[in-house]
């Protein structure tokens, strides 16, 4: 076996996660309540997907997933400060699963985030990694940092969800993801379902050619696609093969076929911010023309006194 192939063989082990977890059990803690809530009768550290939660109820899914009115909806917006534009958009959530924010960040600020994304890249402080995603560069600089809880958006997220949240990472793209579509929930999941949400930021203005977002309005709608939905592999000593992630995106490409939904692409100007919900299908076009940047921040949160965990590694989320 070599190096590569030693990689893979212990990344498919629960055990090995369990280990590395068992290292870093400070940063589950944030699972201890929400597990005690639930009943969930095991170790922070130990693997954990969605058939642990198979015999349990539901539990209490995030409001806006409800049969909420309209006029409910009005009533908790009339107090709020949120702009008419905001409000509206928020308004739309329920049916479509997204909101969008023109121009939330000005143009000094989005100029300020690509040069210290330039600056960390030269200083080797973060990196490209999983092909062309920079993770986590919100540990690195405060400026970003600053950015995933200004108050004006965090509030906005927070209506959403009901609940506080909190970012559990960064992701920065100099050029498109073109990965295909995809929902968050079978990456980064909770119990109970729905507590994740994500803001996607344009650090500059983007054209059709270059990769551009993509996404299925009403798509959040659909019953949630995890690991029993498709094979995925594993068994109570190992996780899925990652080659086992094609069998996913097959599956969500005939969920939209059968379904028949339609998708929409985000043109988006420097500054808007697009939010999605955690079972929003979406991904990243094709790059049409060579040598095209994209670059864009998505920041995904987690709200408070959920169950939060990895379903497709089967890990609880670090935090
Ligand atoms: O920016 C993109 O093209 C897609 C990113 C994405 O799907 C994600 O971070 O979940």
Same mark, same amino acid.
């Given at each position: ?47 954990i ?95 970003? +940092?600053?950015? =995933?809880? *200004? !108050?004006?958006?965090?509030? $906005?997220?927070?209506?959403? /969800?009901g609940?506080?949240?909190? &970012? ?34 344009a ?20 019953p ?25 995106e ?13 998708? +929409?692409?985000? =043109?988006? *100007? !420097?500054g808007?911010?697009? $939010?999605?919900h955690?079972? /929003?299908?979406?991904?990243?076009? &094709? ?33």
């Amino acid at each position: 076996m070599n190096n590569n192939g030693l990689k893979d063989f212990l990344r498919s082990l629960k055990v090995t996660y369990s280990a590395y977890n068992f290292i870093h059990a400070k940063d589950l803690e944030h699972n201890r309540g929400p597990y005690k809530d639930a009943g969930m009768r095991k170790f922070l550290f130990q693997s954990i997907s969605s058939r642990d939660f198979a015999g349990l109820p539901k539990g209490e899914i995030p409001w806006l997933d409800k049969e909420t009115s309209t006029d409910d909806i009005k009533k908790k917006l009339s107090v709020t400060n949120f702009s008419e534009e905001t409000k509206a958009t928020i308004l739309s959530w329920k049916d479509n699963g997204y909101a969008i924010l023109p121009g939330f960040f000005d143009t000094k600020t989005v100029d300020a985030v690509n040069k210290e994304i330039e600056d960390l890249l030269e200083a080797k402080k973060i990196e490209f990694t999983l092909g062309n995603k920079i993770m986590f560069a919100n540990k690195a600089s405060e400026l970003i +940092k600053g950015l =995933t809880v *200004k !108050k004006e958006l965090t509030d $906005i997220l927070d209506f959403l /969800l009901g609940r506080r949240t909190t &970012p559990f990472q960064t992701i920065n793209f100099v050029t498109g993801s073109e990965q295909h579509a995809h929902s968050d929930s079978i990456h980064m999941t909770t119990y109970p379902l729905g507590y994740l949400v994500a803001i996607w930021v344009a650090l500059e203005d983007i054209s059709e050619d270059a990769g551009p977002l993509s996404y299925y309005p009403g798509s959040h709608k659909l019953p949630y696609l995890l690991n029993d939905g498709y094979e995925r592999g594993g068994n109570v000593f190992t996780v899925g093969a990652d080659s086992n992630y094609l069998k996913y995106e097959e599956k969500i490409g005939e969920v939209v076929k059968e379904k028949k939904l339609s998708k +929409k692409i985000f =043109t988006a *100007k !420097k500054g808007d911010v697009l $939010i999605w919900h955690a079972n /929003l299908i979406h991904g990243g076009e &094709p790059i049409a023309r060579k040598g095209a940047t994209r670059k864009s921040m998505v920041v995904h949160y987690f709200a408070e006194d959920v169950i939060k965990y990895h379903e497709i590694t089967e890990r609880p989320a670090l935090l």
